[in-house]
């Protein structure tokens, strides 16, 4: 049965960060047969990790209130 994900904005960077962080480990030949599961469960909290000190580090335009002059 195929199972179709509806991925908010926000889980769409992580899931792509998450993606870029597992190919790293991948290609740095950490990933070994039978660990799969534990490294992309360690790369998807990783990019959540940079997700969130991302958020905390920046401002953006829609978190800024606005007063009219």
């Known amino acids: 049965m195929a199972k179709h994900l509806k991925l908010q904005s926000s889980e769409s960077v992580v899931v792509s960060a998450?993606?870029?962080i597992y190919a790293a480990y991948i290609?740095?030949?950490k990933v070994t047969e039978g660990s799969e599961d534990q490294w992309m469960t360690?790369?998807?909290k990783e990019a959540i990790?940079?997700?969130l000190a991302t958020d905390d580090?920046?401002?953006s335009d829609?978190?800024?209130e606005?007063?009219?002059l």
Request: aromatic fraction near 0%.
């Open 57 to 59: 580090a920046i401002i």
């Open 49 to 51: 990790k940079i997700a």
């Open 62 to 64: 829609d978190e800024v």
């Open 66 to 68: 606005s007063t009219p």
């Open 18 to 20: 998450a993606a870029q």
């Open 42 to 44: 360690r790369s998807i």
């Open 27 to 29: 290609s740095a030949g």
